[in-house]
């Protein structure tokens, strides 16, 4: 039960901390990860939410007319470069637990062109509210880090894809302990 | 970052999920300079990051990775 209590905890702390801000990293961080050629594919307000810790479609190997899924798709940035990957005979789906942000990449991908053949879906990553063998790819950027259940989010990933199915996850990770004043920050959570 | 795992640790995960062909590579070092520019890391916690994360690890205080891999057939 502690346990638990405490994942819940972590939990709103996130949340919190997500519905609280009022940009993204912008395009110096978005430059950071994407090419030139990357970012004029998309809406200058996407690009300005930018809050991923890497580039996981550049190594997808997207296909035209796959379905693919955006775990913690955010102001949708990776949804939409994916979504034109997999192109109007595929689909692009973005999962976010938010209604800010899911609203918000609605708009970027409206914006972008690509709106008929992806949405965004509500929805916790550790109860992805999608079909079991529905999915052919899954990426995510800089999100399953937030969650006190890896093992659970991983293994509705696993549920959501097909056979033969692929992941391309782009997280942070850390070799050696936090001091011990940065990991009792509950902003250091969300960040 | 307080949640994120080490490399191997995130590898391994992945591989007792029962994925296969585990790839990991692309890894971009993220330091506190960075992470000023995400709203997320409050003023207060960089101030704090700054102070008491040693000089040498202040440029690489968490590493960003590729994790690809395949659901078996």
Redesign the interface.
Known sequence: MTDMLFQNE?NDVVRT??AG??????K??AD??YSPEELDQLPEEAVGWA?G????VR??ELEPGETVLDVGSGGGIDTILAAKLVGPTGHAIGLDVLDEMLDRARTHAAAAGVEDWTEFVKGEMEAIPLPDASVDVVISN?VI????R??RV??EI?RV????????????????E??P???A?E????? | ???????RA?AL??E????EDVWL??R?P?GVE??A??????P??ID??RE??PAD?QDT?????????????
């Open positions: 972590i901390a997500y801000i009022e940009h993204g990293a912008g110096p961080a950071l990860l809050l810790v890497g580039n996981p190594h997808a800089g880090n937030l969650s006190p890896k093992s991983l293994a696993m894809l097909k056979p033969g199915g692929r992941i391309c996850i782009a997280d942070l990770t850390v070799e050696d936090l001091p004043e940065v990991m920050n902003a250091a959570w969300a960040g | 970052m307080s949640g994120a795992l080490a490399e995130f995960k992945i007792k999920m029962g994925f590579g692309e971009i993220h960075k992470a520019l995400y709203p997320l890391f409050t207060a916690l704090l990051m008491v994360i690890r205080v968490a590493v960003s990775v590729i994790a690809k891999a395949r659901k078996p057939l």
